[in-house]
């Protein structure tokens, strides 16, 4: 899997004059998409954005360290398809920004990577996000249509893998995936961003005991940041995210079936398309908003922490964490 995928050779280079793969070098290649997708998201928030540079850390860590990103740990083309994804925001901010269609390399090389990392699903999850990204920006015709085409050529330079796949899928027994996890549509879903552990997944609960149910739990960061865009005057820079995230709720939650029906008519899109990876975007876009709504605190903070209160708040931190790490 993911044969034309560029990381996928260092981990084969790795692995030189092994009779084959160890295992510790995927695990390490897993995990270094964590760090990429940390990274991305920094220097995105950072350079592109300018946001303050804790807004910046703690807004990544809310992208790469967040329910989703760790549940898909155990699924290779998924975490290393949604690493790329602030890479591809990042290309759409500033094409708009400099009114040039060059930045938009960026979403090029972003989609050719995720495609290549394995998952078709995950990549049409990531086309929708790019596109409902550019809708909501300032010059949304203008920026939608460089976005659709620099997704079609990264298609070109993923044709050393898509044209194969393609031919080899007429043997493929069609099934359709769309709307097929009860998850997705359960709206306890929901809720489980919000609580941690709201689904019970201690290591002494049998394994069946919550059956279709996902931990997605997206961390205090999260809250501190969405609360904080409450009070702000300006919302213009929300308006992409909030777009990427009320796009990726509706094909996720597939109202009343109305998503779902109009996708199953077409062979290919019920195929391709699942309502469950549309969680992904959810995430990418809570951690743009919760950046901005940090960086909005950090930046009016018109007095310093008391001295009892931050020496509190340390204390109650490490006591939680050395909890978490006992249990």
């Keep these: 899997a993911a044969l034309f995928y560029p990381p996928t050779w260092l981990m084969f280079a790795g692995n ?14 897993a995990l270094a998409h964590v760090w990429l997708a940390f990274l991305l998201c920094y220097m995105w928030l950072r350079h592109q954005r300018g946001l303050h540079p804790l807004a910046c850390l703690l807004g990544g860590g809310v992208f790469a360290f967040s329910g ?7 699924h290779f083309g998924l975490s290393a398809g949604y690493a790329w994804i602030p890479l591809g925001f990042w290309g759409v901010d500033a094409a708009d920004e400099q009114h040039s269609w060059r930045p938009m390399w960026k979403l ?5 990577m995720c495609f290549l990392a394995g998952y078709p699903t995950t990549w049409v999850v990531f086309a929708v996000c790019m596109i409902a990204y550019a809708v909501g920006r300032r010059n949304a015709i203008r ?7 620099a997704l079609a050529f990264s298609l070109l330079l993923s044709a050393v893998q898509l044209l194969p796949a393609w031919e080899a899928s007429r043997w493929k027994a069609p099934e359709a995936k769309y709307g097929r996890s009860s998850g997705s549509r359960n709206p306890e879903m929901l809720v489980s961003y919000f609580i941690p552990n709201y689904f019970d997944f201690g290591l002494n609960v049998p394994v069946q005991t919550n059956p279709h149910q996902d931990y997605l739990y997206l961390g205090t960061a999260a809250f501190a940041g969405l609360a904080l865009l409450l009070p702000r005057k300006r919302f213009a820079d929300t308006i992409p995210p909030l777009a990427v995230l009320l796009t990726c709720l509706l094909f996720a939650i597939n109202p009343f079936g109305v ?6 008519r077409v062979d290919i899109l019920a195929q391709i398309l699942s309502s469950w990876y549309f969680l992904a975007g959810v995430t990418a876009s809570v951690a743009l908003l919760a950046a901005l709504g940090l960086d909005y605190g950090l930046r009016r903070a018109r007095r310093r922490m008391p001295v009892w209160l931050t020496a509190t708040a340390i204390a109650l931190s490490l006591a939680w964490s050395i909890r978490l790490i006992v249990l």
Aim: aromatic share 8%; charged share 15%; glycine share 6%.
């Design 16 to 29: 030189w004059g092994r009779p084959k793969l160890s295992y510790q070098s995927l695990e390490e290649l």
């Design 68 to 74: 989703y990103m760790l549940l898909q740990l155990q």
């Design 108 to 112: 090029v090389v972003a989609s050719a």
């Design 143 to 149: 920026c939608a249509s460089m976005a659709a085409c």
């Design 259 to 264: 998503v779902g029906a109009m996708i199953e």
